[in-house]
């Protein structure tokens, strides 16, 4: 199951997102009464998960249902606002000394777990002993490697210190604090999976209590009354596992579900009669994901650079979106997304012309010489093989669509569909691959060191096309170890434009996240993160409260 | 009789021990490691430590027969082990979680099945080619030409959307907590009614052409002939000579479903949101989870071999020949 689109994107990351990121939010139905009411209190919001939640000490799991959930029960010390800045959450304030080096946290008086114990320092050099704890089974520990110390220097002053200079400092303080008088034991041993908290019963210091969580059924949650920032108005949230994405829309038809995330088609064209208009509201914004042709540069008519370029020119990117997003999708030009602050719109363009694309593949020496419309070089014919993973529509058709177009210009491609974890095991981890269909989850935070960085291509890292550029390799490595984020700012925007130059891979395009939520949920105000950010502030009018809660 | 039961069992040991082993090993060949699926590898932050982490966690990097032999080890304990996936818990609990409401499902819908199979079977075969024959021929056809999850939708847009009766998908209403007892239940009822309707309706096209033929063969017999004969009304003859007769094959059939018992469907599963067997297991394999996937592969196996020995046996209850022969087998 759970394998549909996600199953290209993997598993997103969007620590602190609470599921959410984007940009140029456009609601399409401002009509449709998010006008001013006053809040209360009350009802119950009931949101369709894909996929089961895996449990719920967020910080040892991997997948977005989890985050999902867990972005309502936990809080970190800092997390990203509606215009994806970072702004204190458990912390009132931080400082940095001027060589980056110090962070000191003021952390927040009035906070309580769940259990009404208060939140202190010590949760937070625990959260950080948990998560540098070799036994942990987290794949957020590298956050931490550039810590040298953590100290609780008074109950509500923590102070942090720096081997050198980290730019992500910051940023990685959002991880979900966890209540040390509950799970110490746990932690220290390494078996937080194992923890009781993991499954039922959890305790974090965010907006929502955990009430009862069926297995691939729903998860319960209720408004903690206590909560330092004040109750949230919606009184219960229910999570709905719901497999299928047809049965999701016809739940949400029959108002069985008041949120859930459509697929393009069902937005574009199956939900636009006056019924569906009146009783939803739709929601679009870019996520936090881009879509990829990826090529082993290993292979020598790939590590050509023209060759790539010439690809990039061939493939029609609009006519993609259209054809496979119906629209839904913003073209990438490179790996950031449109509208956030490292996003550089002064790159290299690759508009689509195919006369271009063949020039350039005659440039490195493919022509098409018995004009049997196969390009060939010294003999040997154009012609590679197509990777990508089961169960993802939308991959088919993006393969289908480029396998055409570079037809067009005389290549061959076969494509050849496999199931995902074998394709990542037997394929993209032994590079045994020619060009595959990826999509990279990206985080808010525009370090991308693991992925161009030349260093990282053995089998278990993410430089998976082999990707090897000093000049990246410098930008990238500056980028990280400073925390003025002008200078950082200058950096990636020159990482960009060599980027678009190089076309290690051809960018295709970022996706569009399309939730929609019932018309009678007040005070969403979309942003470029998203929706789910100010949840604590919906609210239902109280003529329009639908179930009793609790 | 016990002595055939016994020595039934004791053979069906090696057999259970040869099942896991291939099973283990196949399992193991499948390209793809558990630790792959939990590290997060579409994201940038990706970490290469807790993968090895957790392969020393799950014991991946010893040698495959000692990994069995742990496994085997720990089994004759009754420890199933827990799941590999990050919730970490023990196997049993997992399954014994999604058992009831797979078996709930099965059950009702293979009593359903059963009731209205062999009425339909005797009546068709009693009466071949005459109109209630063919309707339920074309409706058989129709049976098993329409897809589950076709069916299933289309069901849901009736039902649930446009005249809005019953629910779409779930178990439960999200109101449930605040309904009265006796409401809850009637809530529970309403949201099998559609995937039991949709796993009957396939099921059933198969199992009354079992019964149609087996009792088509029957009736041609001289027994019945001569039951006629004698003088019997038609009721005794077909309800009595002929459909005691008939059942034997059916019995088989009955049999071999038992394990299909605990093995949910995967496709009315997901698409009525229904939390059972057949979730847990797809879920499982994607993950390459494989303490739940040997868990379940177990008690499959354990459920097939008991149930073909109980057909085996049954058989002999309700067939005098084949005790007969057993005897003079052993003798």
Redo the contacts between chains.
């Keep these: 199951m759970r394998r549909d689109v996600l199953r290209l994107a993997g598993l997103l990351l969007l620590i602190a997102l609470a599921g959410c990121g984007g940009e140029a939010d456009s609601p399409l139905d401002t009509a449709a009464g998010q006008g001013a009411a006053k809040p209360v209190y009350g009802d119950t919001y009931i949101e369709a998960l894909q996929g089961n939640i895996s449990g719920l000490i967020p910080n040892v799991l991997t997948d977005g249902p989890s985050f999902e959930v867990a972005g309502m029960l936990y809080n970190g010390l800092v997390k990203y606002d509606k215009d994806l800045n970072l702004v204190g959450e458990l912390a009132e304030s931080w400082q940095y000394s001027r060589d980056c080096l110090d962070l000191t946290f003021k952390l927040r008086r009035n906070v309580q777990w769940h259990d009404h114990t208060p939140f202190t320092a010590a949760d937070v050099v625990f959260t950080y002993d948990t998560m540098v704890n070799p036994k942990t089974p987290t794949a957020y520990g590298g956050d931490f490697k550039a810590v040298e110390s953590v100290d609780a220097v008074d109950p509500y002053t923590v102070h942090v210190r720096y081997k050198h200079p980290n730019a992500k400092a910051l940023q990685s303080w959002s991880i979900w604090m966890l209540p040390k008088h509950l799970l110490e034991s746990y932690a220290r041993e390494g078996k937080l999976r194992e923890a009781p908290q993991n499954r039922s019963d959890p305790v974090g210091t965010g907006p929502y209590k955990f009430k009862e969580w069926k297995a691939g059924e729903k998860v319960v949650l209720v408004a903690n009354p206590d909560y330092f920032d004040g109750r949230p108005y919606i009184s219960r949230i229910v999570y709905r596992i719901i497999p299928s994405s047809a049965t999701t829309f016809l739940e949400l038809k029959a108002k069985g579900v008041d949120g859930a995330k459509l697929t393009a088609l069902q937005f574009k064209r199956q939900t636009e009669y006056p019924a569906f208009r009146k009783a939803y509201n739709k929601y679009q914004y870019a996520a936090n994901v881009y879509v990829y042709l990826g090529m082993n540069l290993r292979d020598a008519r790939f590590a050509d650079r023209r060759v790539r370029q010439a690809f990039a020119h061939a493939i029609n990117k609009r006519e993609l979106i259209e054809g496979v997003r119906l629209g839904l999708a913003r073209e990438a030009t490179g790996p950031y997304k449109p509208g956030t602050w490292q996003y550089n719109p002064n790159v290299h363009q690759y508009p689509y012309d195919p006369g271009k694309a063949r020039a350039l593949l005659a440039e490195a020496g493919w022509n098409d010489k018995n004009a049997d419309g196969i390009l060939t070089r010294n003999g040997v014919p154009f012609k590679f093989d197509l990777l990508l993973a089961q169960g993802s529509d939308e991959g088919r058709k993006v393969a289908e669509i480029i396998q055409a177009s570079l037809k067009d210009i005389g290549v061959q491609v076969e494509i050849r569909v496999i199931e995902w974890a074998a394709l990542l095991k037997e394929y993209i981890k032994k590079r045994n691959f020619e060009a595959v269909i990826l999509a990279w989850g990206i985080t808010p935070d525009p370090d991308q060191y693991d992925i161009w960085h030349s260093s990282k291509t053995s089998p278990d890292e993410l430089n998976r096309i082999g990707y090897a550029n000093p000049e990246v390799d410098e930008l990238l490595e500056k980028g990280r170890s400073t925390c003025v984020e002008a200078d950082r700012k200058k950096y990636y925007d020159r990482l960009q434009e060599v980027l678009a130059d190089d076309q290690p891979i051809v960018f295709l395009y970022f996706r569009d996240g399309l939730p929609v939520v019932s018309s009678r949920i007040r005070g969403i105000v979309p942003s470029p993160i998203g929706i789910n950010y100010n949840f604590n502030e919906w609210f239902v009018p109280l003529n329009l409260h639908r179930y009793t809660a609790g | 009789m016990l002595g055939y039961a016994l020595r039934r069992l004791i053979l069906a040991i090696p057999l259970l021990v040869g099942i896991t082993f291939v099973s283990f090993l196949v399992i193991h060949l ?4 558990p630790t ?16 090895q ?2 392969v020393e ?1 799950y014991g991946l990097d010893k040698p495959l027969h000692v990994q069995y032999w742990n496994w085997v080890k720990r089994l004759v304990r009754l420890d199933f082990g ?1 799941s590999f ?5 023990p196997v049993l609990q ?1 399954i014994a ?2 058992l009831p409401i797979t078996l709930l499902l099965n059950i009702v819908e293979l009593a359903i099945i059963v009731m209205l199979a062999i009425p339909i079977g005797v009546l068709s075969a009693t009466r071949q080619y005459s109109t209630f024959d063919k309707i339920t021929t074309v409706f058989v056809f129709v049976g098993f030409a329409t897809p589950d999850f076709w069916l299933a ?1 289309m069901l ?2 009736l039902f ?2 446009q005249l ?1 009766w019953l ?6 209403s ?2 449930w ?2 309904l009265a007892f006796w409401r809850q239940q009637w809530d529970f009822v309403g949201h099998l009614v559609l995937p039991i309707l949709v796993a009957t309706f396939g099921g059933l096209a198969g199992f009354s052409r079992y019964m149609r033929q087996s009792m088509l063969e029957v009736v041609r017999q001289d027994y019945i002939q001569s039951a006629r004969a004698k003088g019997l009304s038609e009721g005794v003859v077909i309800g009595k000579h002929a459909l005691r007769n008939a059942l034997l094959p059916i019995v088989t059939v009955l049999g071999l479903s038992l394990p299909g018992l605990i093995g949910g469907s995967v496709i009315v599963e ?7 067997m057949g ?2 297991m ?2 499982a394999v ?1 993950e ?1 989870d494989y303490p739940v996937i040997m868990g379940n592969l177990v008690i499959v196996a354990t459920l097939t071999l008991v149930a073909n020995l109980i057909a085996d046996l049954t058989y002999s209850l309700v067939d005098p020949r084949i005790r007969v022969a057993a005897r003079r087998g052993r003798r």
Excluded: C, N
């Excluded at chain 2, 996936?85 to 818990?89: G, H, I, N």
């Design positions: 499948a390209p793809g490691e792959d699926m939990q590290s997060d590898e579409s994201s940038t932050r990706s970490d290469a430590k807790v993968r982490l957790l966690t827990r996936s990050p919730d970490a818990r997992k979680e999604r939708l849901m847009i649930g959307v809005g629910p779409i998908s779930g178990l439960r999200p109101t907590e605040y997901s698409i009525f949101a229904i939390p059972g979730q847990l797809v879920q994607f390459r």
